[in-house]
Structure formats: structure tokens, C-alpha cells
């Protein structure tokens, strides 16, 4: 009877981001993908999120290896800080292993870490895994599905895919190499991108968004042109920079991860400019408005970001106003709606013009849409289903679909992070559950905790009341204070009477307290705690932080 194979998901199922799926084959670890997540408004002061890396590092010395299906950060982000702790290879295309490469080499782990690049359809042995390279399109050029041919049979991980059938490189989904797998040896199990399982239809052709740049470019011509977008979209950067050249516009980058991106994707041939048409970000300031393109950072409203700078008229290169475009090629990510809008505001107001997704084609999704879930699913007639990447409403109708599809309704498991499923010759079941908790990282500091989050988020909302007195330690008399200090609860200068009243009340509950013969230190701080809070409850219907700092002498 062949060996069960195990899966361990740390991450990607219940939210998009931080996406991490651990696959056992005779006792071995294969890890794919190792991603971040960027925080929420929920979260003040954080980072990024981290998968929970608790179970690997237990299970240390059983890793064999990660591979990459492609290079965005929810996929390639965390592992930098994996790597402090582990060693192991990493495979992926060229590309992929570029993006990866910056943050193992900030993080000084680079010279420890062995970069396998893998091409198109290859196939090839990790320790006990036999693993093949398909080619998927997506928002990033050189992405993978990854089908592992184990000995429970072919299971399938999609990664973040769509099927465009005219993509910018040429470069197509494979469907073809995973219908030959359902019709030869069959897939037993398919994980697959949920992001987009609630959206009707097909997404369109990144093609279609190059069409309406050259438009606006036409449209544009004696305007200074700047373009956001993400910095990793080559394609879109490619587009963007055929319609500069197409227009004689000198094309700049701006923001770091655009200036690095570009440069290494000309050198692996992915990107194809002209030199005369490209230029620092210095010497395009002389050119003629109708001569520049500048590409940005920033398209997601990033507080410090090259676009945001320049919308609070900030940038050290690029002052805008009034004859100036910029072009939004991007859809702000569920949360950041409100900083982008920000900075679309702030650009108006310098008296430039925007041109967003919601005013002018600009933008397609690089995930698949039901019509394409739905083609995936019937040219891979998987024998079981798991939905992946999303939070639980697009896990819940990527099972819906399958089911639609013709999977068994007791054949789709709809998983969350932490568990840990085993496919046998019996079929697929749960198998237990691993730590699988948020990491909140706050500059270099492992795990903030939940504990701070909440302190943090009582703060932001309500802030904080401290009150310091000192008392006789047998007596329990008031020797000195009590002082209240306050920060976002009222503001102090103004509210003088206000302070006087919450100091009186403490006051008398600290001498009921004496009176009864309270003198330690434990039910002195809860009277400080509970009069002040009640007095600022009474009177302001607030609920801020209460700090009691009570000192004996
Ligand atoms: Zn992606
Ligand atoms: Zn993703």
C-alpha cells in the first residue's frame, strides 16, 4: 500500500497573504511558498504579518526544500525571516528568485542559501519529490503551478493564476500539460487560487490594459505623463514603456523597488526599452513636459511611498500641479481604498489630473475569475478539491464551484490555516492541526503579540488616563497625589476642572479604602483603577486606557 502524504497549511487560507502549504512525502518536507501579509487598519504599528513558524522549526531537520510558484510577497516575503533559523534550498524561475533574492540578501542570508532556478515545464527530483514546473499566467511574469507526482498520486497547486490568451510575453497557462496529467495519470488532489471565486466572468487581457495607456498617451500628448503601478507588474511596466516609446517620451523610474525591478528585469530579458529611452529621474527635470514618463511607486497609496510624496508635494524630483497626469494603473487591495483616495486628493488639489481604474480601463486583475476556476476545474477533473489563497468567504464559493463542477460535495475540504489533512488509498482526511497564528512584526522585534495589538488599538481609540499617587505603606494614607496624566482622553490644558473632579474622586475612594484598613498595594490600585474609570466613564462616556501607578513609602 503506497504511504499516505500529508499537507500542513500555515498560511493563505482565511486571508490573502502570508500564503505557506508544507507537503510530507516519506517523512520529508516540502514547503511551498513562504509569504507575507500586510497589516490592517486593526493592527497599528505593525509591519507585516508572518505565518507561525513554530511546527517547522520543530520539524527542522526534515525540510527539504522551498519551492516558489512565483515572486510576489504574500508568496516569497516571510522567507527571509524562515531562513534565520532554517537552511534550505530554494527553486524557482529566474525571476522569481530575483524578487526573492533582496530581502534573503538584506536579511544577510544569502551567502547560506542555495537559489535553484527551474524553467518553464521542467521536471525535476527534490529529495523524495518529483516536481513539475507548469507555466500559469498572472500579474507577474514567470509564475508556476506546481504538480508534485506523489505516491498518492499527481496533486496540483495552482498558484495565483489566470488564463489570459493574448498575455503580453506570449506566455500562456498551461492548460494543455495539466489536461495530459487528468488524462494519464489523473490528479488526485488540486489546491487553487480562491481571490477571485466570487467574481463572474473571465478577467480581461492584460493586452486590453496596454490598449488604454497608448489612448490616454494619445490623449495626453503635451502633458507631463507619471504612471503608478506595482512595481514587480513587469508586463504592465512593459506596456507602460511601449506607449513612452511609441509617444518619444523619456521613461524615469521612481521609488526603489521600481528603479530595482526594471533593472533586473531588462537584464533577464523580460523588459525590453530601448537605452536612449530610459534616464534617471534627475535629468528627466529638463525635458519638456511632453517628452517625460515617469513610472512610480506607490499605486496602493503607501504612506511614504514615491506617489504619496509627490501628492503632498514632497518629492524631491517631481513637483506636480496643474498640466500634469497621473495615471493609476492599479485597483487598490481591499483596505487600502481610503489611502488611496488620500492621494488621489492630494493630486487634485496640486491641480493634476488622475486617471484611475474606476474612470478608464486601466487595470486587470491577475487572478482568475469563475469562468476560468471553472475551465481549470473541468480540464483537471481532480478527484478531490481544496480551496486556497483567501479569506474564507472566496474558500467557501471556490467549494461551492467545484461542487458545481462535478466534485463530490464530500470530496471538496474546506481548510483553514492550522490544518493538516492526509490523502490515503482511502481518500483525503483531516489529520490535526498545527500553531498557525498571526506574527506581527514591528521593525526588527520578533512577534508584537496580541497583548500589544489590543493595548495599541485601546490607545488609538480612546487613549490613555495614567494616575500616580503615593501612600504610606502601613497607613495607607495619600502621601502625595494623585496626579492624573492623560493622553487622547481630554486635552489637559483645556480641561484643568475637568482633572481636578477625576483627582477628588480617586481621592475619596483611596481614603474609604483606608478607612477599612486597605493598605496593600493590590486593592489600592484596584480602587485607583476602578474610581477613575468610573469618573471618566460618568462624564465623558469614554473608555480609555487607566494606568494606575500606586508607590509606597
Ligand atoms: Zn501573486
Ligand atoms: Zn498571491
Known sequence: MPEPVRLTFLGGLGEIGRNCACLEVAGRILIIDC???FPDLSM???????PDFSWLRENADRVEACVLTHGHEDHVGALSYLLRDLSFPIYGSTLTLGLARSRIEEGGLLDRTELVPVIDGERRWIGPFD????????SVPHGFAIAVHTPQGVLLHSGDWK???TPVDGRRTDLARIGTLATTEGIRLLLADSTNAEEPGHTVSEREVGLALRRLFAD???QRLIVACFASHIHRIQEICDAAVEHGRIVATLGRSMGKNVALARQLGLLHVPDANIADIEDVASLPPSRVCVMSTGSQGEPMSALALMA?????FVKLGPGDTVILSAHPIPGNEHSVSQVIDGLHRLGADVVHSGLAPVHVSGHAKQGEIKTLLSVARPQYFIPVHGEFRHLTHHSRLAMEM???DDRVLLCEDGDVVELTDDGIDFAGEVPAGYLYVDGIVGDVGRGVLRDRRVLAEEGVVIVVVTVGARTGDIVAGPEVITRGWVYAPEAESLLE???KAITISLEEAAAHGATDFDTLRRHVRQAAGRFVQERTRRRPMIVPIVMEV
Not at 516536481?131 to 498572472?138: D, G, N, R, S
Not at 503632498?312 to 524631491?316: D, H, L, Q, T, V
Request: charged letters at 25%; proline letters at 9%.
Open 35 to 37: 509569504g507575507l501579509m
Open 44 to 50: 497599528p504599528g505593525v509591519d507585516l504579518v508572518l
Open 131 to 138: 516536481v513539475e514546473f507548469i507555466p500559469v499566467a498572472h
Open 163 to 165: 488564463i489570459d490568451l
Open 220 to 222: 495626453h500628448r503635451h
Open 312 to 316: 503632498a508635494g514632497e518629492n524631491r
Open 406 to 408: 462535478g466534485v463530490p
Open 501 to 503: 473632579e477625576c483627582r
